[in-house]
């Protein structure tokens, strides 16, 4: 499986914008980028894939590097509910999601 | 939707024994897959399938057997519970194909063998 380096932790002000790093340079053409995330004491949430394309949904945005090797998790306002580990996950399709060591994100009030 | 359901949320086992950790989905999902987080760790695949009668093995299948009967329901069976399968576990499915969104937890067990 290629392989995600995330920091280990990161920290937030509330209410301004998070960007979430992920390194993937060993990306093969048929990888997906996932990311998900842990709130305390709760299962893994999806939160975000793509491809190739940037992405945008209701809770946050990807930004992909055009050689697909890093990526960005963007959360555009923070708030005291992000505070939880984020994880970059790289999935061929049809193949089962392997997670790694992920970010820890802490929002300050 | 009830979405994915695991009983029971918290278990107690002598070292030894054996149970069945349940995991079910009314979503109609295919993908189901078994996970274990020791504290302060990341989730590990255990077991995982790709539909009735399909199983096959993750990082950490040693100690654990599944079986997939039906769509619907995907339990982990522990075999001879070990202090070393102390740990949180969830389930999780996803649909056949890639539509917009991923895999679906449950809200896990947590397991302590004593």
């Known amino acids: 499986d290629a392989k995600t380096t995330q920091p280990n932790s990161m920290e937030s002000n509330e209410e301004e914008p998070v960007h979430l790093p992920c390194n993937h340079s060993?990306?093969?053409?048929?990888?997906?980028i996932h990311w998900y995330r842990q709130l305390p004491s709760q299962g893994p949430e999806y939160v975000i894939h793509g491809l190739t394309s940037n992405v945008n949904n209701r809770m946050a945005s990807l930004a992909i590097a055009e050689d697909r090797k890093s990526s960005t998790l963007i959360l555009h306002r923070a708030t005291l509910r992000d505070a939880a580990v984020y994880y970059c996950i790289l999935r061929e399709r049809n193949t089962p999601l392997v997670f790694g060591k992920g970010t820890r994100l802490s929002v300050i009030a | 939707n009830a979405g994915v359901t695991q009983t029971p949320k918290f278990q107690v086992l002598k070292t030894g024994q054996s149970m069945t950790l349940q995991c079910a989905q009314d979503?109609?999902?295919?993908?189901m897959s078994w996970y274990r987080q020791d504290p302060g760790m990341g989730l590990r695949l255990i077991h995982y399938s790709v539909g009735a009668g399909i199983t096959d093995q993750g990082e950490v299948p040693n100690g654990y057997n599944v079986s997939r009967s039906t769509t619907e329901d995907f339990p982990l069976r522990l075999l001879s519970a070990a202090p070393s399968q102390t740990s949180v576990y969830f389930c999780a499915s996803r649909p056949p194909l890639d539509r917009g969104h991923g895999y679906t937890f449950g809200s896990g067990t947590r397991l302590t063998v004593v």
């Open positions: 979503m109609n999902h295919e993908y």
């Open positions: 060993t990306i093969s053409g048929t990888d997906y």
